[in-house]
């Protein structure tokens, strides 16, 4: 996911300079205006269109099904591994710091103190998975770890001092 | 102020006296030069917590955190205060501005500005910008009360002096154009009038940003009381979410309307150097009217992992976001693009800083609008994609506007040769600029988290990176305003 983005944001914003250098370098020869509106106006339909269709089919195809999970729902019983997760400052309680693979997890997470956020990175250091934990609300994840592995949580809110040190671990074990 | 030539014909003007509009342009031009310098302390800190997490400097963790906090603040209360001087400079010449309300909105800023300074530097605050609840109040000892209180005080303060500048912007406008729908264009977008093409833009967004920066300021003040009371009365416990989202409009507002404000000087000036006039029509009241909701509306992408959030709440959030890129895209900078194309315009610092602006600002929607679905928040919310974003279109988008206008008020249109140090500032700030978003979007893809005092060992070379970009934008900026505090004090009004 992260590197899909990344890449769409640099073609992106190369296309949009590759346009710039475009009418940046052919700005010295003057025309007279109203053909140039003309043409261009033209093409700022279709662009709008473009735009437009663009934006609704990648709405469409982002939002169903939605991509977060239902926080009304009960995540419990056999079909989840259930983690109780608590924000302190400056550390994190977890009610097991062991999960297995398959299986999806479901982290009830809340801020002990203030606002904090619950960032799940695997051994490369790649976010997975996150959410806010909040004072006042137990914010549900959920999470299906195919990889086993040593599994860091670290602290994605500000949340004072030691924010950077706020950091625990996470046994992801294959299931057996 | 004097007219420009191209729409004189047609549009209203406000006459002042020679010793009003020199009033006024003393007033503008500090509220420039205060921009350029307070500009540059904050890259200043930028490049400094840079340098920290890529452990060439050595930063201990809560003056990092208090430097943050500054840094947060100080750009966005900054962005402010300069772009309203832009904003103010056009719009009193179509609607009749009181230049004593505009220094009192200047002098209640420095009184808000010294506050916070006090609070952060003395208090040792280091709650963040977003003073997010109930952080300010739960310390664990590193900072008091009375310095969070300070800070959320010197907010306040500097809200105040904003809103009183609204009043009067409305007063202005209400007495040229009888309600804010005709001053929007929208009796003209709805048929009720003909359309005026000579109607001026500035007007339009001077328009939009009073209404929804009225509204964030105000919505700010109420975040901020409820705050300060919960401090020295902890029985009073408002709900953390609610807050959160109180604080988010009032940001995501506040820091939005600097680019709607400063975005009249592209509509005034470009013409001016292309010979060509930009004209309003319905295409532009409608994106502009779009936008006055729309702006309002998308603060919940910043809530997308507040997972009690309601899904309608996210879902019109991501769908905005994406539409609120449609007018930069589509209206504004492709506009901008049709007045440059062969229209043999002067190229000089002022007229490369605006295209440079409608570059930064369309380019930087790109990573923002990314970053506002919901499905990739999950992955990207909170890591240093999210500073990626707003520092390219701060950086390359928001900021060009404000230096171009100031490098038109200090060179005029007159041709002649660029000042080396306009030229290398130039370039240095471009490469910088480009270099420190495209790090921080860069680092963001790696999964490196924002506000971190002490970065991972892998991460440190992404920081060495971004300590060099930002090493080049203090330069470029340098460069600027050693040429801003030599000559712009004594510039005359340019004519036109
Ligand atoms: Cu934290």
Redesign the pocket.
């Known amino acids: 996911m992260q590197t899909t983005v990344w890449f769409i944001t640099l073609v992106g914003v190369a296309l949009l300079a590759a346009v710039f250098y475009y009418v940046i370098s052919n700005s010295q020869t003057p025309e007279d205006y109203s053909s140039v509106q003309q043409k261009w106006y033209r093409f700022r339909h279709k662009w709008f269109y473009f735009i437009a269709i663009f934006g609704i089919v990648v709405t469409l195809a982002t939002l169903i099904p939605f991509p977060l999970p239902s926080q009304d729902a009960a995540y419990a019983g056999e079909d989840y591994q259930v983690v109780d997760v608590s924000?302190h400052q400056?550390y994190w309680t977890m009610s097991t710091d062991t999960v297995v693979t398959g299986k999806p997890v479901a982290f009830y997470v809340t801020g002990a103190d203030v606002n904090?956020?619950f960032g799940v990175y695997d051994e490369n250091l790649k976010l997975v998975a996150q959410v806010q934990a909040m004072p006042g609300y137990t914010n549900k994840l959920i999470h299906i770890f195919d990889q086993p592995g040593k599994y860091r949580i670290l602290?994605?809110?500000?949340?004072?001092l030691a924010?950077h040190a706020?950091i625990a671990e996470l046994k992801v074990e294959a299931a057996s | 102020m004097s007219a420009t030539t191209l729409d004189t014909a047609v549009s209203k003007r406000v006459d002042y006296s020679e010793a009003e509009n020199q009033a006024a342009l003393v007033a503008v031009k500090a509220h420039l030069i205060t921009g350029f310098l307070v500009f540059l302390l904050m890259m200043l800190a930028g490049a400094a917590m840079r340098a920290a997490q890529s452990n060439m400097m050595p930063v201990e963790a809560g003056l990092f955190y208090q430097i943050l906090t500054l840094h947060g603040v100080g750009v966005v209360g900054t962005a402010g205060i300069a772009s309203t001087g832009v904003l103010w400079y056009f719009l009193r010449q179509y609607v009749p501005l009181s230049t004593k309300i505009f220094w009192l909105n200047f002098g209640v800023f420095l009184a808000g500005v010294v506050i916070i300074l006090g609070s952060i530097f003395i208090g040792k605050y280091g709650g963040g910008w977003t003073f997010l609840y109930p952080l300010p109040g739960i310390s664990l000892g590193a900072w008091s009360t009375g310095a969070a209180a300070a800070f959320l005080l010197g907010l306040l303060i500097i809200g105040t002096g904003f809103l009183i500048l609204y009043l009067d912007m409305g007063r202005a406008i209400l007495s040229q154009y009888g309600n804010f729908g005709r001053a929007l264009g929208l009796t003209q977008l709805f048929g009720k009038e003909p359309v005026n093409p000579y109607h001026p833009a500035t007007v339009v967004a001077g328009t939009m940003v009073l209404i929804v920066n009225f509204i964030g300021i105000a919505v700010g003040a109420v975040v901020l009381v409820m705050m300060l009371v919960n401090l020295y009365n902890p029985e009073f416990k408002p709900d953390a979410l609610l807050v959160k989202n109180l604080i988010y409009f009032f940001g995501h507002v506040f820091i939005n309307a600097t680019i709607y404000a400063s975005v009249v000087a592209v509509y005034e000036l470009l013409p001016r150097y292309t010979g060509r006039p930009y004209k309003t029509s319905k295409v532009f009241y409608a994106a502009w009217f779009a936008i006055v909701f729309m702006v309002m509306a998308v603060y919940p992408h910043h809530l997308f992992m507040d997972a009690p959030m309601p899904m309608w709440a996210m879902i019109t959030a991501q769908v905005l976001s994406y539409g609120s890129g449609i007018p930069v895209l589509v209206v504004t900078g492709y506009g901008a693009l049709m007045l440059v194309y062969r229209s043999g315009i002067q190229w000089n610092t002022a007229s490369k800083l605006l295209i440079l602006s409608m570059f930064g600002w369309a380019a930087g929607v790109i990573p923002a609008i990314i970053d506002a679905m919901v499905s990739v928040n999950r992955v990207l919310h909170n890591t240093l994609w999210v500073p990626g974003h707003f520092h390219f279109y701060l950086l390359l988008g928001l900021l060009p506007m404000i230096f171009g206008f100031t490098f038109y008020l200090l060179n005029g249109k007159k041709e002649g040769k660029t000042p080396l140090t306009e030229k290398l500032g130039f370039y240095s700030y471009l490469i910088g600029g480009l270099l420190l978003a495209l790090t921080f979007l860069g680092s963001g893809a790696h999964s490196i988290p924002r506000r971190w005092a002490v970065h991972m060992e892998e991460w440190v070379p992404y920081a060495q990176w971004g300590t060099l970009a930002a090493t080049l934008v203090v330069l470029g900026v340098l460069l600027f305003t050693i040429r801003v505090l030599t000559a712009l004090p004594k510039a005359p009004e340019p004519s036109v």
Not at chain 1, 155 to 160: M, Q, R, S, V
């Open positions: 924000g400056w904090h956020g602290c994605l809110e500000y949340c004072g924010h706020m």
